[in-house]
């Protein structure tokens, strides 16, 4: 049976602040079932290798390696024409930067996206899911640079 794991606690918030101007409880925005474009969370607007990172709910082994889908729902402002990188990297017991867990998929959004929200989705290699071993303990770690 298909299953979605969202965000259930932020790890890590760094320089990035939640639609509310806040700081607190940001896997809140972002761990709804429908997409809601009014509520986010962001980086700054010229990004040096801002991280956040979030625990994902709970989830079972499907037992298959196949059909295991990363999305990451992102916008950026337009400062400029800057360019911004998102890397959406999914991880298997991430607690800190310092102890960042298991590397299972990364997805790279490097195209320009100002103004308009975009949903970046990767489709895991049979490999990367076959690395996940605990379904209990995934975390998405999300890092926003700008490249021009």
Not at 66 to 80: A, E, F, P, S, W
Request: glycine residues 8%.
């Amino acid at each position: 049976m298909p299953q979605t794991l969202r965000p259930s606690t932020d790890l890590l918030d760094g320089s990035w602040i939640g639609s509310d101007g806040d700081a607190i409880d940001n896997f809140l925005l972002v761990s709804s079932d429908d997409a809601t474009d009014s509520d986010f969370c962001e980086c700054a607007l010229t990004p040096d290798s801002d991280i956040a990172a979030w625990e994902l709910a709970s989830g079972e082994d499907p037992l298959v390696n196949t059909g295991h889908i990363m999305r990451i729902r992102l916008q950026k402002n337009d400062v400029g024409g800057a360019l911004v990188e998102f890397i959406g990297e999914l991880r298997q017991g991430y607690l800190s930067e310092a102890a960042q867990g298991t590397l299972i998929a990364t997805a790279v959004n490097d195209t320009d996206v100002d103004n308009i929200f975009t949903t970046v989705v990767y489709t895991l290699t049979a490999g990367e899911a076959d690395a996940i071993t605990n379904y209990a303990d995934l975390d998405v770690r999300v890092r926003s640079n700008q490249t021009l």
